[in-house]
């Protein structure tokens, strides 16, 4: 097949462009991946021993307000009713997270109502009032208050960036949500769920036109084979999607990331914790969080006695880890300016995704922003003539 459009990577941002330029201009999309498998960070599989979906890159929940990608990703999947919850032991009990007003009545022993609980969270936050925070941890003091910044914030927070956050910038928090009601609703979206028959088979879905080829185990900067770097820049459009570092060999330097590592194992019971995530908030226990995929869908009958669970550990990555989370240090914001600038020089490859772009990008997001790029520059380039920049 010869290619109309090569992408580099099949995530969500690349396969949304893919399934576009298939079903909306008949081109011939040819998606390459290093990986063996597609869909990128959402992959899920059958954990082998009990059959149940696990993300194999961390717990991926579907969120969005976005009625254009609400409608775009029901092209391909329908959502079960799954509401995200999320619970923290601190101290030996377990709490409702976010901070919420359960949260506030537990932690104080108290039966505040709405107002007094406020009024209580803005007199402790007042410790700090009025000074200029200068490191994340006065910052969270300054928003709410030392007891429960201290209790819920403070240790998960250093265990994430494996720094004390004394040390860490306070532009890493802008904002800590504090509900004054009992909604323990993770998420504020509108629409929210899981993919009914899970990730992959939702991904899938998305690649099965047939003007679209995707090659696993496929590396661009291979030149082994035909849609290598080398190859195709110049003589087949391309968007790409893995680390834009990467693309141009790292001339200005690493961009750095912070990446998790997975214990995965699988237990001799129905149910270990009885929902799909719960924080640790202390720093006693090393990982931040217990994931137990059983419980993202309690519609399916999973017919096994036995449970898997999954410890995350989080830290700063190196060369050849997952890269997950941006750092965002100021050396990498400059960096990232220099790569942008040359990105945009690049004639006819456009940058997109997480790693294209150095932005943490929920799934919805990702989509949205595949969604905005066809439109503006893929579509016009292709039937118009439009200079790909
Ligand atoms: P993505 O990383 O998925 O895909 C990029 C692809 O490019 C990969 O498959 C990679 O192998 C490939 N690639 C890179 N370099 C290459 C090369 N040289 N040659 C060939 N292929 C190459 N979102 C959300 O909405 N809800 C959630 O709960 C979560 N949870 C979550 C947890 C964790 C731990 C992470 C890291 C992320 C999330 N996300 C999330 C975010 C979600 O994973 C993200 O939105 C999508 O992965 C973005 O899709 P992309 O296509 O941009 O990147």
């Known amino acids: 097949m010869t290619a109309d459009l090569v ?10 462009i893919a399934e576009q330029a298939a079903t909306e201009l008949g081109l011939k999309v040819v998606v390459i991946d290093r990986r063996h498998h597609i869909g990128g960070n959402a992959y899920s599989e059958k954990e082998e021993q009990t059959g149940i979906e696990v993300h194999r890159y961390g717990a991926h929940l579907f969120h969005t307000s976005n009625e254009r990608v609400w409608e775009y990703v029901n092209r391909f999947t329908t ?17 409702s997270l976010p901070i ?23 007199e402790q ?4 009032a009025g000074t200029d925070p200068q490191n994340l941890n006065d910052k969270g003091i300054q928003l709410i208050g030392r ?34 009601n009992y909604d323990n609703r993770y998420f504020n979206d509108k629409y929210e769920g899981l993919p009914t028959n899970g990730y992959t088979a939702w991904i899938e879905k998305m690649a099965e036109h047939p003007n679209i080829d995707v090659r696993l185990n496929t ?14 820049v110049g003589n087949i459009p ?24 997975f214990e995965e194992e699988v237990l001799d019971i129905e149910d270990f914790q009885g929902t799909s995530v719960v924080n640790y908030n202390d720093d006693d226990v090393p990982y931040t969080r217990v994931i137990e995929p059983r419980h993202f869908h309690p519609e399916r009958d999973y017919q096994t006695e036995k449970t898997v669970i999954m410890r995350e550990f989080s830290r700063f ?59 503006n520059k893929i579509r016009p380039h292709y039937e118009s003539g439009a200079e790909l920049e």
């Not at 009713?81 to 030996?92: I, R």
């Not at 956050?165 to 802008?174: E, M, N, T, V, Y």
């Not at 590396?219 to 195709?232: P, T």
């Not at 790409?240 to 998790?260: K, M, N």
Request: no cysteine; aromatic share 16%.
């Open 7 to 16: 992408i580099v990577g099949s995530g969500f941002f690349g396969l949304t």
């Open 79 to 95: 959502f079960t009713n799954y509401v995200h919850k999320v619970y923290g032991v601190h101290k030996g009990e377990v709490y």
């Open 100 to 122: 919420n007003l359960a949260t506030i009545n537990q932690f104080f022993r108290a039966n505040l109502t709405p107002g007094q609980a406020r009024e209580l969270i803005q």
């Open 125 to 128: 936050a007042g410790e700090l």
């Open 147 to 180: 007891p429960l910044y201290e209790a819920f914030i403070k240790h998960y927070t250093g265990k994430q960036w494996q720094t004390d956050p004394k040390d860490l910038p306070a532009g890493i928090i802008s904002r800590l949500p504090v509900r004054y």
């Open 219 to 232: 590396d661009f900067f291979d030149e082994s084979h035909e849609y290598s770097k080398n190859k195709v």
């Open 238 to 261: 391309v968007v790409y999607t893995g680390p834009v570092d990467r693309y141009f060999d790292y001339a200005e330097g690493d961009l750095s990331w912070r990446t998790i590592d």
């Open 317 to 375: 990555a190196e060369k050849g880890d997952e890269p997950y989370y941006p750092v965002n240090t100021s050396a990498d914001r400059e960096r990232l300016l220099k790569y942008r600038d040359l990105a945009a020089a690049e004639k006819d490859v456009l940058f997109g995704g997480r790693l294209g772009t150095y932005k943490y990008l929920d799934m919805h997001m990702a989509i949205g922003s595949a969604l905005s790029m066809f439109d």
